[in-house]
């Protein structure tokens, strides 16, 4: 079993930058693919991005492509998503997930199986 727990999020102006925090529990977390998932209001949650175990693969979706940046610290047992150019259309609640399957199709929810609670992310205008 794995607990995600994320940090990081809050109030910005449009244009500013955020640092998103996902700590996961467990000794194995370099044997997990990580990814970053939101859900803005009135809308379904989608992929944002997504990292595999050793960080040699990562995914982003093109909406935030070139603009956020995932990353992860395996001595820490976290992983981070650098939000930049912020737009008020990225407002959103920020869930990171977990899965330990290969092969898989990263940007689908269903792919993974822990998510953590999620943080707001609020750009103002």
């Known amino acids: 079993q794995v607990q995600l727990v994320e940090s990081g999020g809050g109030l910005v102006q449009a244009g500013g930058s955020v640092r998103l925090s996902c700590a996961a529990s467990?000794?194995?977390?370099?044997?997990?693919?990580m990814g970053w998932f939101r859900q803005a209001p009135g809308k379904e949650r989608e992929f944002v991005a997504a990292?595999?175990?050793?960080?040699?693969?990562?995914y982003y979706a093109d909406s935030v492509r070139g603009r956020f940046t995932i990353s992860r610290n395996n001595a820490k047992n976290t992983v981070y998503l650098q939000l930049n150019s912020l737009k008020p259309q990225d407002t959103a609640i920020y869930y990171c997930?977990?899965?330990?399957?290969?092969?898989?199709?990263?940007?689908?929810?269903?792919?993974?199986?822990?998510w953590g609670q999620g943080t707001q992310v609020a750009v103002s205008s």
């Open positions: 997930a977990a899965t330990t399957g290969y092969g898989l199709t990263y940007s689908r929810q269903n792919s993974y199986e822990y």
């Open positions: 990292i595999s175990g050793r960080g040699g693969s990562i």
């Open positions: 467990g000794r194995t977390f370099s044997s997990y693919t």
